[in-house]
């Protein structure tokens, strides 16, 4: 069950009436999406603490830029595309401070771990996700994600990258035969 | 997979791929694990719904009002600082950098041309008068000597110590300390 609210109201209603300078309409907006929000960010940097923070830089610009949203594609796709850059930046300066070692890496599973949806739910799915996540290159990453969590085209996906659409289908493509493959030797472990 | 010629465009969402895995069970297989990673990606981690997102929100709502006012702060502290650099920048100029001029011997006899005469002197740089710089310095040392005294029942003696740069005066202050001769 959902806690909010807000989806009993459309949301190019909630986005329209946000735009407009309504402050409670863009409260519920964001109700409605900072769950995907920070899934994206968790599995873009690997732990709650940077996925968090992430978020809270995503609403800070949706505050400060939610007019600039296209109200026909909807705040998703550019939420998203935020939110990615936001994990960059924390990225960068997690990198830059050397204080704490790269999120990705910090993901651990057990070598025995099964097959995510066969053996596992919930929480175990997720972790068992999130090293596989771990295991692929940034960008093909986060346009993995982008493409399946926040359901960006491949042009919206490449726009928020700064790449071709050539380029990040082929990203897309790439980064879903290594996920997959990952689970499978996974299998391949315990049949 | 056993497939490597198909795997990419059936991970491509190819459509043409679709013929191929009616035939092709190892691509069918890859198909369906495809679909379900897809699935998983779709579904919230159980992480999602434990956070405090009241409070993140209200973090944001914070952060955004004081962003939102970061440019005009910044707008301020530019105009301060023009208007800084622009009283100040004059007083800062150093006076141009004297000309050594080189005493040229007379020509020869039976030289056609005479060189130009030039000074064979170098003129000495002189201390401006009513120099704003050095009016500057002396309130300040004022001030700072009549600030100093409010605060330290000690006497405070200021000397001023002159530089080669008729602009740039060394103030050293120092505590008698009980010491008259100190």
Known sequence: MHPHTAHEIPEADLLRRAQSGNREALEQLIMLHEHRIFALALRMTGNVADAQDAVQETLIRLHLGVRKIDAVRGAGPWLGAVAVNACHDIGRRRQRSRLIPIPAAAVEIPDSMPDPERRLSGRESEECLRAGLATLPEKERTALLLREMQGLTTAEVARALGSSEVTVRSQISSARLKLRRFFHRREEVIP | ?182
């Open chain 2, 1 to 182: 997979m056993n497939c490597p010629e198909w795997e990419e465009r059936v991970a491509g969402g190819d459509p043409e791929a679709a013929e191929h895995l009616r035939d092709c069970p190892s691509c069918a297989a890859l198909a369906d694990g495809l679909a379900r990673d897809a699935r998983l990606l779709q579904t919230l981690p159980p992480e999602a719904f434990a956070v405090d997102y009241a409070a993140i929100r209200a973090a944001a709502r914070k952060g955004a009002v004081q962003r939102s006012r970061r440019p005009k702060v910044l707008a301020v502290l530019a105009v301060a600082a023009a208007v800084l650099l622009t009283v100040k920048l004059p007083l800062h100029r150093q006076p141009p950098a004297p000309v050594a001029k080189v005493a040229v011997p007379p020509p020869a006899v039976g030289v056609a041309r005479a060189a130009p005469a030039v000074s064979s002197t170098v003129p000495k740089v002189q201390p401006r008068r009513g120099n704003p710089r050095a009016d500057l310095d002396r309130r300040f040392a004022d001030f700072l000597r009549t600030h100093y005294e409010l605060q330290h029942p000690a006497p405070l003696r200021a000397r001023e110590i002159a530089t080669g740069n008729p602009n740039v005066t060394i103030l050293l202050l120092q505590e008698s300390k009980g010491d008259a001769n100190e």
